[in-house]
Structures are given as C-alpha cells and as structure tokens.
C-alpha cells in the first residue's frame, strides 16, 4: 500500500470522529476533521502522481473515500435535524454516490480501471466545499451548503452514464 492509499483510508475513517462529533453538538470539531480529511484528497492524489505511485487500487480505493466522507457526514447532518434541504441533498447524493460505488465495484473485481475525470474532480470538490458549509452551521452557509451540494449533484448526473456504459455493471 502506498502513502496516497494510506492517506484515501484515513479520509474514509474519518467520517466516524465527524459523525460523533456532529451528534455531539460539536462542530468546531467536525469542521476541523472534515477539512484536514478533505485536504487529503488533494495530497493524495499530488503524492501519487509525483511519486509514481499511481495504482488501479488507489484509483479504486480513493474515490470510493470520498463518497464516504461525503455521504457519511451528510446523513449525520440530515439526522440531527438541519433541515430539509440537507436532508433532500442527503438523500440524492447518496442514492447517486451508492450507485457510482457499486458500478466501481464491479469494475475494479473485474479488473476494469473506471478513471475519474475532470468533472468528477469538480463535482467532489463542490461537495466538500458545501458539506464544509453545512458544517459550518450558522445561516446562511448552510443553506449555501446545501445548495452548492445540490448542484454538485446535478452536475454528477452528467457524468452517471459513463459509469453504466462500461461493461461491468
């Protein structure tokens, strides 16, 4: 395993300390964990690149972390009552994001590479920087939050058939 693997399983774990944390009322503590967590999805991908390192496992293992982290912290959120339109985008975002997981899946067990693409980069960088917003808890970030996640979603719904056009699914 490499370091960049390494750093896309920290990013995954790390949605149980922001999980506690926003049960607990703390947000100053999950703010802080979801962007370190978050950074790591650039630092990884840097590492990789730089050091060579690239591997079909890593490309398998990192974006699959994301969802984690995203849908994760969203469903905590969603459950500890911040409205209904976090709870909407939880949902969505999770359906799509379960979808996409199963379709890598596959893929990556039949020993089918399924790159992540530019818009995909965007699309997960809008959700973290909303889901960072929602966290954030004071109006109107969440609401910019929820918004911002939203249209991450609308604009992943461009990218859902690439996934299901491969033959692995």
Do not use: H, Q
């Amino acid at each position: 395993m490499t370091v960049a693997d390494w750093l896309a399983i920290f990013r995954a774990f790390a949605v149980i300390p922001i999980v506690l944390a926003i049960a607990a009322g703390e947000r100053t503590v999950a703010l802080a964990v979801f962007a370190v967590a978050a950074a790591t999805d650039a630092l990884d991908g840097w590492l990789a690149r730089r050091s060579g390192s690239a591997t079909p496992r890593g490309a398998f293992i990192d974006p699959l972390a994301d969802k984690v982290l995203v849908v994760g912290t969203l469903v905590a959120l969603a459950a500890v009552g911040n409205g209904w339109p976090v709870t909407v985008v939880a949902v969505f975002v999770g359906v799509r994001e379960c979808a996409v997981a199963v379709a890598r899946t596959r893929a990556f067990v039949r020993g089918v590479t399924l790159p992540t693409d530019r818009l995909a980069k965007l699309k997960t960088a809008a959700e973290m920087v909303g889901v960072f917003l929602i966290i954030v808890g004071e109006r109107p970030w969440p609401v910019a939050g929820a918004t911002l996640v939203g249209l991450a979603f609308l604009l992943s719904l461009v990218s859902l058939p690439r996934y299901f056009a491969t033959r692995v699914v």
